[in-house]
């Protein structure tokens, strides 16, 4: 399915660029490396998680907006599963 493919492409995506992640109330930030973060959110946005509301991505890092505290962990969770 579409949403199957997001999610391994994310998995994909995570484990090449992701360097560090860090829930701060209901946000997220990621850390990537120079030039690899809108690589990463645009595989975020795809991938369609329920509990994201949004990302705004630099350069190297990503801003994820969750939709409370709570979804940001489950989300950090599930992010770091993906990136196994």
């Known amino acids: 399915t579409p949403q199957t493919t997001a999610l391994g492409t994310l998995g994909k995506a995570l ?3 992701l360097v560090n992640i ?3 109330q209901q946000l997220i930030v990621l850390r990537t490396g ?3 973060a809108q690589l990463l959110a645009i595989a975020i946005d ?3 998680l329920p509990e994201v509301v949004g990302t705004l991505a630099g350069d190297d890092t ?3 907006i969750a939709r409370d505290a709570r979804n940001a962990l489950a989300v950090v969770k599930r992010l770091k599963e ?3």
């Open 15 to 17: 484990a090449e660029y």
């Open 22 to 24: 860090e829930p701060v």
């Open 34 to 36: 120079a030039g690899q």
């Open 46 to 48: 795809r991938s369609r």
């Open 62 to 64: 990503i801003l994820v």
């Open 82 to 84: 993906l990136a196994n």
